[in-house]
């Protein structure tokens, strides 16, 4: 498997900024962040693939959210705008075992994350 490390997480207003980063241990996968509130299911968000291409955003942060990848650095971002109260879970980090990206759902991605927790409140 490809070993996951996330930071960046904290807590913020509504209507805040967040940068999360996600180094991992080897480039050429797929990889994606989910999320997870309590009592409810793990939620994709963003994916991209290792050439870059197959970008794919939850509905629910189209606009506001954007997933980059640095090769060089073997880091995966997720820049988050405009956050909401609902947006706060925990947000992890997941790498499928292939370089291109399939359906953005959990059961795809094969290596994940510790997590690192987003907070959104006034």
């Known amino acids: 498997g490809v070993l996951l490390v996330e930071s960046g997480g904290d807590s913020v207003q509504p209507g805040g900024s967040l940068r999360l980063s996600c180094q991992y241990s080897?480039?050429?996968?797929?990889v994606a962040w989910f999320r997870q509130a309590p009592g409810k299911e793990r939620e994709g968000v963003a994916q991209?693939?290792?050439?870059?291409?197959?970008?794919v955003y939850a509905d629910s942060v189209k606009g506001r959210f954007t997933i980059s990848r640095d090769n060089v650095r073997s880091t995966v971002y997720l820049q988050m705008n405009t956050l909401l109260p609902e947006d706060s879970a925990m947000y992890y980090c997941?790498?499928?075992?292939?370089?291109?990206?399939?359906?953005?759902?959990?059961?795809?991605?094969?290596?994940w994350g510790q997590g690192t927790q987003v907070t959104v409140s006034s």
């Open positions: 997941a790498a499928s075992e292939f370089e291109s990206c399939g359906r953005l759902e959990a059961t795809e991605f094969t290596s």
């Open positions: 080897y480039s050429r996968r797929c």
């Open positions: 991209r693939d290792f050439g870059g291409a197959n970008i």
